[in-house]
């Protein structure tokens, strides 16, 4: 006889023991399988106990439970292969193994499997590529989940993509008609910082776009700057933070040289929200999100010596920030 519900409550446990496939267990109640040449015998304080250690191990493909007794046997072998060793005894259950291919569990991969954020994709094992992946940051309803791009290779991935941008004069980058473009919805006053604001989500490294600067926080507070005209930072909030638009301290690493320029110089350890956008810089600017076309210019320079030391004559030069 069948208990379906038992088999319920027990592919659970088992589920949750074994990362890459389901494990179930068949039930049948008051009967055992005569074995003796039990994988394990002995002890233990209940059927769940008997059916766990079956799953975790191997060579188990079924198992004996005797209530009275409490005692637990591992079987090699099944009631089908040896249907006359199963025995009837009032008290006793068999259960049996069934190993389900790997799990279809694939996160983010539609709106009702959104994760929070891109970080949440770092317990799935195969680790995910990166790529475009359902999100949901607010973590209620998955009605409002939406689309966002995913980086899970630098520094041990698990970034959200929440902004792609360009420059509005990259030929003449030190002159004041460039700016980034777009800027995110950021609370700088629209007078300083005139270029179109995005607040649609960039699903690539090219879709020049913004997610809205408020969702930024519910994704976390570390910050990936990539571009392909400067290195590429991590900075962990310290006294400063750029998703709570905060001035103070950000410990902050370069993890992909993109130019030879200033290799001995280290990572940038301020963040200052200021008139015409953000800056992340030492006594003087590494990365300066200037958005205004009329004053200023969008530093990039690894030598952080607020100066033209960027990479020249790059195709399709931009930038990204992420945040984990
Ligand atoms: C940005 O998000 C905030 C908070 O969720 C919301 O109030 C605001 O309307 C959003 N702005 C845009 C332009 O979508």
């Not at 068949?26 to 399988?33: D, M, Q, R, V, Y």
């Not at 060793?85 to 279809?104: D, F, H, N, W």
């Not at 973590?139 to 899970?152: L, P």
């Not at 001035?247 to 130019?259: A, M, P, Y």
Request: hydrophobic share 35%; with cysteine.
């Amino acid at each position: 006889m069948l208990s379906t519900v038992l088999v319920a409550i027990l592919s659970i446990i088992a589920m949750i023991k074994t990362e890459e496939y389901g494990i179930f267990f068949e039930i049948e109640e008051n009967s055992f399988l005569f074995d003796e040449d039990a994988i394990w015998n002995g002890k233990v304080d209940c059927l769940f106990s008997c059916s766990r250690m079956c799953a975790r191990e191997t060579l188990c493909k079924s198992a004996s439970f005797l209530e009275n007794e409490g005692t637990c046997s591992l079987h090699r072998e099944t009631r089908t292969m040896h249907p006359d060793r199963l025995l009837q005894q009032q008290g006793s259950i068999y259960v049996e193994k069934v190993v389900s291919a790997k799990t279809p569990i694939s996160l983010g991969t539609t709106q009702s499997s959104a994760v929070p954020s891109c970080q949440a994709l770092l317990s799935q094992s195969p680790l995910p590529s990166s790529g475009v992946y359902w999100i949901n940051p607010d973590g209620g309803s998955q009605a409002n989940a939406f689309k966002a791009y995913c980086d899970m290779e630098t520094d041990g991935g698990g970034w959200t993509l929440v902004w792609s941008y360009t420059f509005t004069n990259y030929g003449d980058f030190m002159d004041k008609s460039n700016a980034i473009t777009p800027r995110p919805n950021w609370p700088v006053n629209s007078r300083n910082a005139n270029v179109r604001i995005s607040t649609t989500v960039p699903l690539k490294e090219t879709d020049y776009n913004a997610m809205n600067f408020s969702q930024w926080k519910q994704l976390g507070r570390q910050v990936l700057i990539k571009s392909n005209i400067n290195n590429w930072l991590v900075c962990h909030p310290g006294t400063g933070s750029l998703v709570d638009w905060q001035q103070g301290d950000v410990s902050c690493q370069i993890v992909k040289r993109v130019t030879d320029t200033c290799k001995e110089r280290p990572a940038p350890s301020t963040f200052a929200p200021s008139r015409y956008g953000p800056v992340f810089s030492t006594n003087k600017l590494y990365y300066y999100f200037d958005g205004y076309t009329k004053s200023n210019w969008p530093v990039h320079d690894p030598c952080g010596e607020n100066d033209g030391n960027h990479v020249t004559n790059v195709v399709n030069p931009h930038g990204n920030i992420f945040i984990r």
